[in-house]
């Protein structure tokens, strides 16, 4: 089986004994691409791009307040994937953003959007596996890797459906609720990771909640790798993309150890 770009990438950070880490940068926020310049320079394998919604059902106040700001400055996903091309960072980028967006655009026009502004995959929080026929289509028609989430409370008998749809990697949410940083990592983080890890070689990152570098350590002794998004955004709209590529720095540091 032939994998996709962002798949292939996860899989060889595996296969080289290490394991995966992969920022989210919310599109069209003051600095973006200068922060996403600052994680793949610091040892992201790939990053996750927000397209900003007005509506963000999984998203937590950080980012919340970030997509707010990033539309409040005239961020359109149209605007976003234009300025996508000019990212020349050499790592895989994946856009993150809810159904409305793609069903408003239309299924295949926003997978070939996306591939001709140089994304290969695509994460649809809100779009059900019983649902996500027509657009999995479009998207494997386009070469758009479709990230499938998997969630704590998803029965044993539902899991194989996920990880069969999933390319790219399987997003295994951290906890039930928003995003956000949270004192402590989740129990049913590692449970769920375990989980996925006995039934799919496909590679397993686990998302939401996953706070800091200690997290993530512990997060990775299960997953093969985490993504991280309240704690990068926080950071960002802080300090700047400099405190950004530090940050990645020390989580790469602290899951390589």
């Known amino acids: 089986m032939t994998f996709g770009r962002l798949e292939t990438q996860l899989r060889q950070r595996r296969n080289d004994g290490g394991?995966?880490?992969?920022?989210?940068?919310?599109?069209?926020?003051?600095?973006?691409?200068?922060?996403?310049?600052?994680?793949?320079?610091?040892?992201?394998?790939?990053?996750?791009?927000?397209?900003?919604?007005?509506?963000?059902?999984?998203?937590?106040?950080?980012?919340?307040?970030?997509?707010?700001?990033?539309?409040?400055?005239?961020?359109?996903?149209?605007?976003?994937?234009?300025?996508?091309?000019?990212?020349?960072?050499?790592?895989?980028?994946?856009?993150?953003?809810?159904?409305?967006?793609?069903?408003h655009a239309g299924h295949e026009r926003f997978a070939y959007a996306l591939a001709d502004a140089g994304v290969c995959a695509a994460i649809i929080p809100d779009l059900p596996l019983e649902e996500s026929g027509p657009w999995c289509q479009a998207a494997d028609a386009a070469s758009i890797e479709t990230v499938m989430l998997a969630a704590p409370t998803a029965p044993d008998d539902r899991l194989p459906r996920v990880v069969a749809r999933a390319r790219g990697f399987v997003y295994s949410v951290g906890l039930l609720g928003v995003t956000g940083e949270r004192a402590s990592l989740a129990q049913t983080a590692t449970d769920l990771a375990g989980r996925l890890k006995a039934i799919t070689d496909v590679p397993v990152l686990v998302g939401v909640g996953v706070s800091n570098a200690?997290?993530?350590t512990q997060a990775v002794?299960?997953?093969?790798?985490?993504?991280?998004g309240a704690s990068v955004m926080r950071r960002l709209m802080e300090s700047g993309p400099d405190?950004?590529?530090?940050?990645?720095?020390?989580?790469?540091?602290?899951?390589?150890?």
């Open 19 to 103: 394991k995966c880490l992969v920022p989210y940068i919310t599109g069209g926020l003051k600095g973006w691409q200068d922060a996403i310049r600052a994680c793949a320079a610091n040892g992201a394998d790939a990053i996750e791009i927000g397209l900003p919604f007005s509506d963000p059902v999984m998203d937590g106040p950080i980012i919340q307040a970030a997509s707010q700001q990033a539309l409040f400055d005239g961020a359109t996903p149209i605007s976003i994937m234009q300025e996508i091309r000019s990212l020349d960072v050499g790592i895989p980028l994946a856009v993150m953003c809810y159904y409305n967006t793609v069903f």
């Open 243 to 257: 405190a950004v590529g530090e940050y990645v720095a020390q989580v790469r540091l602290a899951i390589t150890l």
């Open 221 to 228: 002794q299960v997953a093969d790798g985490v993504i991280q």
């Open 214 to 216: 200690e997290q993530a």
